[in-house]
């Protein structure tokens, strides 16, 4: 069974930096891209950034280039979001996400980064 | 603004049938797998459909997904009141390289 858990999320000042991580278990985990989503209280979903199955390749939404950084660690079976530069808007709880052609998406059940002074 | 376009809102009786419809472009739904998602208050979302029609082990067979060029739509027959929430529909967009999501539907059961 696929199993996606985020940790990390928490309160923090505006400028200031956090790291979210996603545990996956149940797959091979350097065989799937994997993106970072959120969803700010209240609002919508908006897709953060990707990153492919050997890392290769990552992409950013154009509100988070440059701020967030996108890893894996093959090791650990964990993805990461490094998120530096914090704004209120960013705001929101982080979902983790597999990507799968055959099965469709899987998520996890999301963490809350407040950013507030 | 959502790239893709849902209407915010949708209402249906008990048994009623009811459909979600969902506009994109050539650039994401006219050219990718779209997603349908529903999400209840307080939880993450649902994969409801995936590759356009297909259904998750689990999910009852009255979720029925379409598409046709660059829009697609999401049906739910024989409404019950546990259908209640946002509805959300996704796909990859190539000039994103990333998934976009549609505004979400409120789906409310009279």
């Known amino acids: 069974e696929v199993q996606l858990l985020e940790s990390g999320g928490g309160l923090v000042q505006p400028g200031g930096s956090l790291r979210v991580s996603c545990a996956a278990s149940?797959?091979?985990?350097?065989?799937?891209?994997m993106s970072w989503v959120r969803q700010a209280p209240g609002k919508g979903l908006e897709w953060v950034s990707y990153i492919s199955g050997g890392a290769d390749n990552t992409n950013y939404a154009d509100s988070v280039k440059g701020r967030f950084t996108i890893s894996r660690d093959k090791s650990k079976n964990t993805l990461y979001l490094q998120m530096n530069s914090l704004r209120a808007e960013d705001t929101a709880v982080y979902y983790c996400a597999r990507h799968s052609m055959a099965t469709g998406p899987d998520w996890g059940q999301g963490t809350l980064v407040t950013v507030s002074s | 603004q959502s790239v893709l376009t849902q209407p915010p809102s949708a209402s249906g009786t008990p048994g009623q049938r009811v459909t979600i419809s969902c506009s994109g472009s050539s650039s994401n739904i006219g050219s990718h797998n779209i997603y349908w998602y529903q999400q209840l208050p307080g939880t993450a979302p649902k994969l409801l459909i995936y590759?356009?029609?297909q259904r998750p082990s689990g999910v009852p067979d009255r979720f029925s997904g379409s598409k046709s060029g660059t829009s697609a739509s999401l049906a739910i027959s024989g409404l019950r009141s546990e259908d209640e929430a946002d509805y959300y529909c996704s796909a990859w967009d190539d000039s994103l390289s990333g998934w976009v999501f549609g505004g979400g539907t409120k789906l409310t059961v009279l």
């Open positions: 590759g356009n029609n």
């Open positions: 149940g797959f091979t985990f350097s065989s799937y891209g």
